[in-house]
């Protein structure tokens, strides 16, 4: 089996793992009734997609593993958050690191998509060419605002709402 092989086989885990799902699923229950965007699997794989756009479009040169394993996870936490208010890049940096380990990614590895993770809602590593840079746009890139109904009560800034599709 080749490396790369290798490495794309831990998001394959990831999406597996026991964990993980319950996580998945503690999000869709808290979120039934909500009206704003989700924290689900369909928001993940559009953060993971379009990362890998801006990855290639900008030479950022990251491995595809990592743009898909931060993705996946980046907002695993969310639950908690609306359980007791702790921040969930926070909760998602740190419930992601078991997981990470189970599904035997490199702790070099797994430290950058924890730190990608923990600082997703940080504007101050938005311009930085890193996986952290691209995963606070690719998350913040994702939100359909200009087809979202709920989108007049939405406490988005007003510069971070995407109402346009391509600028
Ligand atoms: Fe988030
Ligand atoms: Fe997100």
């Not at 908690?80 to 078991?98: F, I, M, N, T, W």
């Not at 998509?113 to 998350?139: C, N, T």
């Not at 913040?140 to 979202?148: E, N």
Request: aromatic share 8%; net charge negative; with cysteine.
């Amino acid at each position: 089996m080749s490396c790369e092989l290798h490495k794309i086989n831990y998001v394959n885990q990831i999406l597996q793992n026991e964990t993980y799902r319950g996580y998945l699923k503690q999000n869709e229950e808290k979120e039934r009734e909500r009206i704003f965007c989700h924290h689900d699997l369909a928001h993940f794989l559009d953060v993971a997609r379009i990362g890998m756009i801006i990855n290639l479009e900008e030479g950022y040169g990251l491995p595809q593993e990592f743009v898909y394993a931060a993705a996946l996870l980046h907002d695993i936490g969310r639950w908690k958050q609306y359980e007791d208010g702790e921040d969930h890049a926070a909760v998602s940096a740190r419930l992601c690191g078991p997981i990470l380990t189970a599904c035997q990614v490199p702790e070099d590895e797994a430290d950058l998509i924890r730190g990608a993770i923990a600082s997703h809602r940080d504007a101050a590593v938005r311009d930085e060419k890193s996986l952290r840079g691209l995963l606070y746009r690719a998350d913040k890139l994702s939100r359909p605002c200009f087809g979202c109904r709920a989108e007049g009560a939405c406490n988005w800034k007003a510069d971070k709402k995407n109402r346009e599709l391509i600028r």
